[in-house]
Nanobody, 120 residues
Framework: VQLQAYGGGLVQPGGSLRLSCAAS????????IGWFRQVPGKEREGISC????????YYADSVKGRFTISRDNAKNTVYLQMNSLKPEDTAVYYC??????????????WGQGTLVTVSS
């Protein structure tokens, strides 16, 4: 397994949650890694991406200012800190290798999803 996401759960609106993505050393060294989310019936959305070196970060407008992506190379992990969560953030969240152009797009490697539910 090269990418494994975990940390989803149920949180109240306005709350916080941190997702983790355990990544292989190979992917961390050579690929940007990011987060995507998908709601059934809607298109998948790339929400954040962090480059391998330097660790430049990118965010979709929908999460900018609320979510923070980071990486800990010593722990082979990429994190997504999610604050001020809204019901519309409810989705299955995936970590994957990513690229950035006009938007954040996947580049081939995927982890399994973790469900985040924002509800009172």
């Amino acid at each position: 397994v090269q990418l494994q996401a975990y940390g989803g759960g149920l949180v109240q609106p306005g709350g916080s949650l941190r997702l983790s993505c355990a990544a292989s050393r190979f992917l961390l060294d050579y690929y940007a890694i990011g987060w995507f989310r998908q709601v059934p019936g809607k298109e998948r959305e790339g929400i954040s991406c962090i480059m391998s070196s330097p660790s430049r970060t990118y965010y979709a407008d929908s999460v900018k200012g609320r979510f923070t992506i980071s990486r800990d190379n010593a722990k082979n992990t990429v994190y997504l800190q999610m604050n001020s969560l809204k019901p519309e953030d409810t989705a299955v969240y995936y970590c994957a290798t990513c690229g950035v152009n006009m938007s954040i797009y996947p580049t081939g490697y995927w982890g399994q999803g973790t469900l985040v539910t924002v509800s009172s």
